[in-house]
C-alpha cells in the first residue's frame, strides 16, 4: 500500500487484519535469506501490520517494515531488530544500496509498480532480492464448505473487489517483473481456524469491507449461517491451505 492517494482498504480494519491474517511459513524466509547475497537488512514493503515482517527476524541482522498506513503499522508486533516507519512503497526513506532483500507479501497489486520498482533498484545492494507474492482462495479439504466459499468470493461480495485484485488471483504472473527472475520454490501457508477465526478472516477481505461500505449491511452473517451446519462445532479447528508461489529477482548490474 503506498503513495499519498494509496487505496487504503484496510485502516478501517487494522485490528482484525492483525488477529485474522494467516502467518506465512517459515521455510519461506529460510529459502529467501539462503538466496540472499547479504543478511545485513530486509525490507518488509507494504508491511501492513507486519505478517510477514516477524519472519525475517531470524536471517537478518536488521528488518525495516514500511506502510502507508499509521493505523496499520501501529498494529505491528515491536521487536528490537525491527524498525517500523510509515512511508510509502515508492519514498521508503531508506539508503541507496543498503538492502540485502526485498520483500512485497500480498501487497504488490497496490503499488505504482513503476515507481516501485525504481526505488527497489535504488535502494538495493548489488545483486540484492526482491522477493513478492501473493495468496488466492483458501482450501479447506471439505468440497462443501469451499463451495460455499467460492459462492461468497464470487457471487456474494466478487463485484466489490478491486480491479486489481485479478493481479493476485495469477500471483503476479501477468505484471511486469524488470530483475534476473529465479525459479523460486512453491510454498504452503496453512493454518488451523475455527469457523469464528475464518469468519474474522473473510471479513477482513477488501472486497467485504467495501460491500459493508456500499451496501450498509455486513454479508458475514449470511456466510456464517451457511457454513454453521457444515462445520460442526463452531469451536472446531480445520485445516485451511494457501499455495504461496513467489516470484523472486536478483538486482542486476
Known sequence: ??????????????????????????????????LALGRSLAWDCAAGSGQATLGLVPY???????????????????????EYRVASAEASGLTAGSVDLIIVAQALHWLDL?????????????AGL?????YPMQRTGDAAIDEVLSH???D???AWWPPQRHMVETGYRTVPFPFEEIAARSFDMVACWSLPQLLGYVGTWSATSRYRAA????????????LAPLWGRPEDEKRILWPLEPRVGRLSP
Open 114 to 126: 513503476e515507481r516501485f520498482y525504481a526505488e527497489a533498484r535504488r535502494v538495493l545492494a548489488p
Open 1 to 34: 500500500m503506498s503513495g499519498q492517494t494509496f487505496p487504503d482498504h484496510f485502516s478501517a480494519v487494522a485490528p482484525a487484519y492483525s488477529s485474522y491474517r494467516p502467518t506465512y511459513p517459515d521455510a519461506l524466509f529460510a529459502y529467501l535469506s539462503e
Open 130 to 134: 526482491l522477493a513478492v507474492w501473493s
Open 215 to 226: 451496501m450498509g449491511h455486513d454479508p458475514l452473517p449470511g456466510l456464517a449461517s451457511a
Open 60 to 82: 537478518f541482522e536488521r528488518v525495516i517494515a514500511t506502510d502507508a498506513s499509521p493505523t496499520q503499522i501501529a498494529q505491528a508486533p515491536a521487536h528490537p531488530r525491527i
Open 152 to 154: 461468497f468470493y464470487s
Open 156 to 158: 456474494v461480495v466478487g
